[in-house]
């Protein structure tokens, strides 16, 4: 009886779940995009057809595959399945899994995979706990995670794994997800309205079928034909990913003082709007803008600096919203200047010389004589003041072993 319930629960949950997890891909053939990954040819696409998948973790954005294309290497291999949740998971259930995978292969010789969702969450005791079976190949790992693993996962375990990045969807991948949810629900989806629902879902295959299936329940319960006011509708959340400690956080940094300095103005304004509108800490901006003024252009326009000191400066006494309009002045400012690095360059060929050889004692006419007996030592003797001698501006005063050195170049 129970069996029988069991069963109909399950023709149940198939009919009524979300149109994403109806849908989910079941073969590497039906798996959308991802092809740097998983297309024809690429090892990882070979070691799953062949049953020789590695230990791995695969790491991307939400709705970019990763648990979908853990679930295939499920259907796919020889080997014995295991899942857990790094949210739910104790060292205890690992050691446990560990146990049976020991068991299963002194048996009957089966192989274990170990499905890790989340493994970001893993804290050090649990990584160290699973450690030996990954080393000793009694389990073969699959890590899922949306943060950078390089962060995240400690090192011993990064070395005996291979890390795979999933990319967002691109627009045209997300319309042939959006073309197989709207066949799946029998609905009539027009190109403007696929293409709204690709460029909302902001890279996610699950976010563009859940909007699909929103926006196609609310068109069918007014009894119109679906529009683009229905995705607007269904598409509240913003299509950002920006985690203000992760990856993103430095990605994005860096993308704005790469535009920056090549005097994209426009790149650099929308890396500033990314930043903004992801939650990014404005004071952190405002940073980079004062280290990027001194470092990138230094005097080649004094002002930057001045300008970039103003807006952070505005950001610490207007605060945000405000002051973004105070950070996008100084980002087109900073773009528009003209860019040199000669400061720079200059304090890091004297920082070397500096580290090789230590600090040279400067010329005993430029050290101070402002101490009594001083004279007696040599201080300050042969010193030409400039203003009464001119000669004094043509005196090299560099340490003596240092004479003619030219860090600054003109």
Not at 124 to 130: E, R, S, T
């Amino acid at each position: 009886m129970g069996d029988l319930f069991s069963e109909a629960a399950g023709r149940r949950l198939d009919a009524t779940a979300p149109l994403a997890q109806r849908l989910r891909p079941t073969s590497l053939d039906d798996f959308a995009g991802q092809e740097h990954v998983i297309g024809k040819g690429r090892a990882l696409r070979l070691a799953i057809e062949q049953d020789r998948v590695p230990s791995l973790i695969l790491y991307g954005p939400p709705g970019s595959g990763k648990t979908t294309l853990a679930r295939i290497v499920a259907q796919t291999t020889g080997a014995e399945f295991e899942e857990l949740s790094a949210v739910q998971a104790t060292v205890s259930n690992v050691r446990d899994v560990l146990a049976r995978a020991r068991e299963r292969l002194g048996t009957s010789g089966t192989r274990t995979i170990l499905f890790l969702d989340e493994i970001h969450r893993f804290n050090k005791a649990q990584q160290d706990a699973l450690l030996p079976g990954v080393e000793a190949g009694l389990v073969t790992l699959i890590g899922a995670t949306t943060e950078n693993p390089y962060f995240e996962v400690n090192s011993a375990l990064l070395s005996r794994t291979q890390i795979y990045e999933l990319e967002p969807h691109d627009i045209e991948t997300l319309r042939g997800v959006v073309r197989r949810g709207a066949a799946a629900l029998e609905a009539d989806v027009p190109e403007d309205v696929e293409e709204l629902i690709a460029t909302r879902a902001g890279g996610d295959a699950r976010n563009a079928l859940t909007i699909l299936q929103l926006s196609v329940e609310t068109a069918r319960a007014e009894g119109v034909e679906l529009e683009t006011r229905h995705v607007d509708d269904a598409a509240r959340k913003r299509p950002l990913a920006y985690d203000k400690g992760g990856d993103r956080h430095y990605d994005f940094i860096s993308a704005w003082i790469k535009s920056t300095r090549a005097s994209d103005v426009q790149a650099s304004v929308y890396y500033l709007a990314a930043m903004i509108e992801g939650g990014e800490d404005a004071r952190f901006i405002a940073r980079r803008m004062i280290v990027f003024a001194s470092e990138d252009i230094g005097n080649a326009d004094p002002q930057a600096l001045l300008v970039a000191v103003a807006a952070a400066h505005a950001v610490e006494h207007v605060g945000l919203p405000e002051a973004r309009l105070n950070l996008a002045q100084a980002a087109v400012y900073l773009a528009k200047a003209p860019k040199a690095n000669r400061e720079y360059m200059a304090l890091k060929r004297a920082t070397e010389v500096v580290r090789e050889r230590g600090n040279l004692m400067p010329p005993a006419a430029l050290r101070s004589a402002a101490y009594p007996g001083a004279r007696k030592l040599g201080r300050g003797e042969g010193y030409i003041y400039p203003h009464d001698d001119p000669r004094g501006f043509d005196v090299d005063c560099l340490p003596d072993e240092l004479k003619g050195t030219v860090f600054y170049e003109e």
